[in-house]
């Protein structure tokens, strides 16, 4: 596999390396075969829920991205201990980050989080991330372990990480941003009568066992519950006069529903729905045309609702239209805050285009 990648660059001198593995268990050897490849460049990455590659889906490979030193400078660092009181650690390596990545007139500066789905510390580490590093663009996605939920996998030069990667780059590319989902709210709106927020678990919705009162509002019976419904009904939580989803993982065998993001007791949320899945994507992406890279992060439960709706090879299309690469997360991560069911992407323009 490290032949084949390092093939593929053709010598290019790079500043680094991403990786998305399906099998978590080989992103470690295959990051340090390429670290030894490729001396002078980060070897970083995360297992995933899929990937996709200018129009190539795929759930059982590597997705690897290529930044050439040319027009790129990097730092990364490795955030680990998510569960321990190292925030004050994580805080430091961050600003020595900052200062040891020279700046440069003119060059885009921006980040790269790749954190632990599994954790539970999405929220807290990119709000960390936030306010250590005050108005610096910082996007990423939570590492997956396909449908099973069982562990994921993260590496930094050869070396298991255990929490997540940061990664600073500057670039002499223009960046634009790029958000989209496709969840509208309904007219449906509940409280969370008991929840536990260390878990993200809903034990009660309404006063009602979470599952059985989730499954009477869609429309459903709770013993079909599963991925489908979950991507085509998620909860959503009104943020500061936004709607941001808090999708469900799973039933557990309580009845109670565990989220993908934070949950407490007394939030009022509403049943969203999901629209169509690629209205107004294609828009907004073609307003990105001359891209060299679209990078994305995109939530394995838009994945699931793209193949339920047979919409995965108009997308496929527009991926390969406009140089879209990536990864499907268990949670996005952009400007502070942990969401899912979104794209989340960063548009790498030459400096003569303009969106």
Known sequence: ????????????PLAAVMLFASDGEELAPLSLDL?????????????????????SYDS????AIGLPAAHFSVCAVPLRGLHDAGALQWMGALRSASDGLRRVPGRSRFGILLIDGLSQREELVSAMIDATLPGLLVLGGSAGDGLRFGRTHLALDGRAVDGAVFCLM?????????????????PTRLVITDARPEERLILEIDAEPAADEYARLIGAVRADLG????????????????QFVRAISEVTEGGG?????????????????????TCGL??????????????????????I?????GQQGIVARLYHDYNVAGFNTYGEQHRGIHVNHTFVGLAFLPPEVRA
């Open 1 to 12: 596999m490290a032949e084949e990648i390092a093939a593929a660059f053709d010598g290019l």
């Open 35 to 55: 670290r030894e490849r490729f001396a002078d460049a980060r070897i970083m990455g995360c297992s995933s829920a899929g990937g996709f590659a200018f129009g």
């Open 60 to 63: 059982d490979g590597v997705v």
């Open 170 to 186: 500057e670039t002499d590319f223009r960046i634009e941003e790029v958000i989209f989902d496709h969840i509208s709210p309904t």
């Open 227 to 242: 991925p489908a419904h979950f991507a085509e009904f998620p909860l959503l939580v009104r943020i500061g006069g936004q």
């Open 257 to 277: 529903l565990r989220l993908m993001s934070s949950v407490a007791t007394g939030e009022v949320m509403t049943i969203g729905r999901a629209e169509d899945l």
């Open 282 to 303: 294609e828009e907004r992406l073609s307003r990105l045309a001359g891209a060299t890279l679209i990078l994305g992060f995109d939530c394995i439960l838009r994945r």
């Open 305 to 309: 609702a793209l193949e339920r709706a």
